[in-house]
């Protein structure tokens, strides 16, 4: 019997955890929790990561016309989407939401720092202004566990790549959908929020920000149907 690729176990396991629809039970607490440390398990070389790639992402742009991301679609399907991202250094993913979204994000290579933030009240997506509290900035790496996000908890998010370019493993569910569930950008107001809060204002995406894609080598994941 052929071994399944960690990552297409992974793959399977988003599934089982996402594919119900039902994200408040124990099962589902349980399935993000197996999730979770499997993907806690994968390196660069479950991908098949090209390090030649990384190298030539670690210069700086300097100014030139280089995408300061690269993006590389794993899977995609109604229930979640898998992609690895990779920041050059000293670039980022600016400040975002996930609408109603669930994400895991495991760092394969590189060092980042991962600043995010909660939001007060409950929201839809979109909204001009959103009063959210802050969490303490992360700094991850390869040994690093997984990060995860709720549609209540650390939903809002900036990612940098610190001494060389970052890769990183990310898993969302449902997936982006520029109907239902778009992207929205945000801004930190500089005036403070009532005690310790600070507000964030959604702003248009910022011009340089833009990804450029680059295609996935590693053991097929699909197609995959509910177990």
């Known amino acids: 019997v052929n071994m399944a690729a960690l990552i297409q176990v992974v793959a399977r396991q988003a599934q089982l955890t996402f594919g119900r629809g039902v994200f408040a039970d124990e099962l589902f607490r349980d399935c993000l929790a197996r999730l979770q440390r499997t993907i806690g398990q994968v ?22 016309n280089e995408a300061p991301i690269t993006y590389i679609s794993l899977y995609d399907s109604v229930v979640f989407s898998m992609s690895i ?25 590189g060092s980042g720092t991962i600043r ?39 939903n809002f998010h900036e990612i940098r790549a610190m001494d060389g370019p970052l890769a990183f493993l990310d898993i ?20 403070p929020a009532r005690e310790g809060n600070v507000r964030l204002h959604n702003v248009s995406p910022p011009r340089d920000f833009w990804c450029a894609s680059s295609s996935y080598d590693g053991p097929p994941i699909g197609p995959l149907t509910a177990q």
């Open 116 to 154: 995010s933030y909660s939001a007060l009240m409950p929201v839809v997506g979109g909204e001009a202004v959103i009063e959210a509290q802050r969490h303490p900035d992360l700094t991850v790496g390869p040994d690093s566990a997984p990060c995860c996000l709720t549609p209540t908890e650390r």
């Open 172 to 191: 969302l569910a449902p997936p982006y959908d520029s109907v239902k569930r778009d992207c929205h950008y945000y801004s930190v107001s500089s005036s």
């Open 85 to 109: 991202f990779i920041i050059r250094r000293g670039e980022r993913i600016p400040l975002h939401d996930h609408p109603g979204m669930f994400g895991v994000l495991k760092v394969l290579h």
């Open 43 to 64: 390196t660069y070389k479950d991908v098949n990561l090209d390090l030649n790639l990384l190298q030539t992402l670690s210069r700086t742009t300097n100014g030139g």
